[in-house]
């Protein structure tokens, strides 16, 4: 048992497949659209890679004729619509005897125990408990089913009965009820008994939403010069610099080197700005008095829409602009502030069209499209994805002295985020929800989080993770597009995996349907042989620290924007979706990625020990084999570079039967996160600047001059060889390159003589040589290298 326990372990992080049943299916069996007892050549339905879920619908519309209090000679009516134990209210209505609610109330099949629906009609008193007024009872069985595209159910007024249902009293109420799927239109807004005991405006934080990322812009200030800068000192000449800001982005230009009161700069300043512009653009000028001191020379508020929309490289045409400083008046008494005018600043400003804004990692891009609508081209494929369910949650919080978990799931792709309800108190929640993507591009990933709900109103208490107020993680998946097949349905349970600082932990299984339908086979071949993002990212660069500023802003707005929603898309789901701290630091990535270096040498390393294996005859019929290869393309050289595509061809063609079956997922072993040591964890969940205690930073900080030292020899190591290449010619060593240069005009006339096939062929013989003539000892050329100076010698 213990031999197999790590393998079970090793097991449990990997992919694995599922059968779900999914489609729509008729209420009495048999599939709908193929299949059942109705066959169709038609596409099935928009819900065809999710399972079906059924639910009880009750719409309550209106009521008419309410009896009256008799003490008040008012009527406050709601309705309560109970189920078995389940109870869900509407709001209630002040002094109305014919109120209007229209509001939509599902139960879940799977939980009906219940053969009975009472709809009741209440009043409610402040002093005593509510007081009844009626109910409608419904027989279960004789619930008609709801099938779409049908039309919605036509609502009937029903006489209320008294509590016995004996007689029927005064007062009407309009009431639909249907069974029917989550494909129902009235499925969205309705109020769910999966969620009956979340009250208050937690009710609006559990449902499914769409949300559309805000549209960005990048704006580009050419700061090219101003004129007239006055210095409140008139004894020297101002030596300004012009710092423009954007909400919270602030950059400045550089100082002017010389004191001018007509400084120039030609500076670029790019901003990200989104639609629709809320801030503007403020400029200020400033005079460097002494180092530690700016002296205001003057500023100006200028609105975005102002600016020209660029859509390509072309110039845009400059602008001047006023500056305004608030001075004091003329007299000397008067201090009210008076509007002066100061100087004035050159600008050439854009709104960039032609770019596209990256708020999320390059690795893992899932849009590429430029901002302008215009520069789009037709999307080339349909992503779908049915989010299915989860399976063995850990609990997030506690509730009641309970764990519990509120789970819901978050899906981003291009603009579009996507948020399933949330599944209140559930280790295994189901959603059955699904969704559509146009797709521009097959090489972006989509990503999928799944979240534990902290906003509910209860009182619940956060286990781990996310803290309070903050919604916890659970867990990321991503799949790349260009891995699918296409027109195949991927089911698969993905493991949850997230890292903490006590280390991983799988917090549960995502089930997950992917589709990726192919709109053009033409198109997306076309695609693989062109840039991945907009032309005007290798016409006009950015600078890698900009890059890495710019997202980090785009970030901050795009959260900011969806946190803005209802309900809201919260800052720390969106920047755990934006990988946000994928740039920092971290030990335990730096041994992922320097082995997946070395994994990609290991292809190299293994041909040159069987090459070495070759040499020393270890197999001598793979060695008489490559003597006659050899002899085969030195008589027939123009077979070398067929053979070599011819080769490569065949592996390829070999390799498609052992290629992998499933989507790509977190894999522990790549990223380095089962052998981590635990303060290799701490230090990558500390805070940036740090918090930790001074003894632990500098442990930290000695282990990581210990790391550079390793990587600093070799990198002077490499620096060595490259150099001795370069003494070779250098005179550095008189008599090294005296012998090398005779030696070089011995080759040029010996090569000259000699036809080319002989020197190849000698030269194979001789690497290929036996070892019987082969000595232990390192070879002339590489005992001549070795001598060869280097310029460590003149290092400190």
Not at 354 to 368: G, K, N
């Amino acid at each position: 048992m213990s031999s197999q326990a790590p393998s079970n372990h090793q097991d449990d992080f990997k992919l694995k497949d599922t059968s779900p049943q999914l489609g729509e299916r008729w209420p009495h069996g048999g599939v709908r659209g193929g299949g059942g007892w109705i066959s169709s050549d038609r596409v099935t339905s928009t819900y065809d890679l999710v399972e079906q879920m059924y639910y009880l619908y009750v719409r309550v519309v209106k009521a008419r004729d309410l009896p009256t209090n008799p003490v008040t000679g008012s009527c406050d009516p709601y309705v309560e619509v109970k189920l078995g134990n389940y109870k869900g209210k509407t709001q209630h209505f002040e002094k109305k005897t014919n109120p209007e609610w229209n509001q939509v109330f599902a139960f879940s099949k799977e939980k009906i125990q219940s053969s009975v629906l009472e709809v009741f009609v209440r009043e409610r008193e402040m002093v005593a408990r509510d007081d009844y007024l009626g109910k409608v009872v419904f027989d279960m069985n004789e619930v008609p089913t709801r099938v779409p595209p049908d039309s919605p159910l036509a609502p009937q007024w029903y006489r209320l009965e008294d509590r016995r249902g004996e007689r029927k009293v005064k007062g009407e109420i309009m009431v639909a009820v249907w069974m029917g799927t989550q494909a129902d239109e009235a499925f969205p807004e309705a109020w769910h008994s999966d969620a009956a005991t979340v009250h208050g405006e937690g009710v609006y934080s559990v449902r499914s939403k769409v949300y559309v990322s805000p549209k960005l812009w990048y704006l580009r200030v050419n700061v090219i010069e101003a004129q007239d800068i006055e210095s409140q000192d008139k004894s020297q000449l101002p030596q300004v610099f012009l710092k423009a800001q954007v909400g919270n982005q602030i950059l400045k230009t550089k100082t002017c080197p010389t004191r001018t009161p007509n400084p120039f700069w030609n500076e670029d300043l790019i901003f990200v700005v989104a639609e629709p512009f809320e801030e503007q653009l403020v400029l200020t000028v400033e005079n460097k008095v002494s180092p530690s001191k700016d002296e205001l020379v003057g500023r100006t508020s200028l609105p975005l829409n102002i600016f020209e929309r660029r859509l390509d490289h072309r110039a845009v045409h400059s602008r001047w602009f006023n500056l305004e400083k608030f001075g004091f008046g003329v007299l000397e008494g008067d201090r009210r502030q008076e509007l002066k005018f100061s100087t004035r600043v050159h600008l050439r400003a854009c709104l960039e069209g032609a770019y596209h804004v990256l708020d999320e990692s390059t690795m893992y891009i899932s849009d590429q499209r430029p901002t302008a609508r215009q520069l789009w081209k037709q999307p080339i494929g349909i992503l779908e994805v049915g989010i299915l369910s989860a399976q063995g949650l850990l609990p997030m919080k506690t509730k009641d002295g309970r764990g519990t978990s509120d789970a819901y799931c978050v899906a981003k792709y291009g603009q579009k985020w996507v948020r399933t309800r949330t599944i209140v108190d559930s280790f295994n929640p189901k959603w059955n929800e699904q969704y559509t993507w146009e797709v521009y591009d097959p090489c972006t990933v989509i990503t999928l989080g799944v979240f534990d709900n902290c906003h509910l109103g209860g009182n619940e208490k956060p286990a781990s993770g996310g803290g309070p107020g903050k919604d916890s993680r659970i867990g990321k998946v991503r799949i790349r597009l260009s891995t699918l097949e296409t027109d195949r349905i991927y089911t698969n349970a993905y493991p949850l995996l997230v890292l903490q600082p006590s280390g991983m932990k799988k917090m549960g299984e995502l089930q997950l349907a992917v589709r990726f339908t192919c709109l053009s086979l033409a198109n997306m071949i076309y695609l693989y042989g062109h840039p991945l993002l907009p032309k005007m990212h290798y016409l006009h660069p950015f600078t890698v620290n900009q890059l890495d500023s710019l997202r980090y802003q785009a970030m901050n707005i795009v959260a900011v924007r969806l946190g803005r929603a209802e309900p809201p898309l919260r800052k720390e789901v969106v920047e755990y979706m934006l990988d946000v701290d994928s740039h920092m630091w971290s030990m335990r990535r730096s041994k992922a990625n320097f082995f997946r270096i070395v994994s990609l040498f290991s292809g190299v390393i293994s041909m040159s020990k069987w090459l070495g294996e070759v040499c020393h005859w270890k197999n001598p019929i793979t060695s008489i084999l490559v003597h006659v290869l050899l002899f085969i393309l030195i008589c027939y050289p123009e077979l070398i570079l067929p053979t070599i595509f011819l080769y490569m061809f065949l592996i390829g063609i070999w390799n498609y039967r052992y290629r992998s079956r499933h989507p790509p997922h977190m894999d522990t072993k790549l990223s380095w996160a089962e052998a981590v040591h635990p303060d290799e964890l701490d230090e990558e969940f500390d805070t940036f600047p740090t918090s930790k205690s001074q003894e632990i930073v500098r442990m930290r900080y000695d282990r990581l001059r210990s790391v550079a030292g390793r990587i600093q020899t070799v990198v002077g190591d490499m620096a060595t060889q490259g150099e001795r290449f370069q003494a070779l010619l250098s005179w550095r060593d008189p008599r090294a390159t005296s012998l090398f240069i005779v030696f070089c005009l011995i080759a040029a006339v010996v090569l000259y003589v000699t036809p080319f096939k002989i020197v190849v062929l000698v030269s194979g013989l001789y690497l290929l040589r036996h070892p019987r003539f082969r000595s232990k000892m390192p070879s002339v050329p590489s005992n001549f290298f070795r001598r060869l100076p280097a310029r460590a010698d003149s290092m400190l």
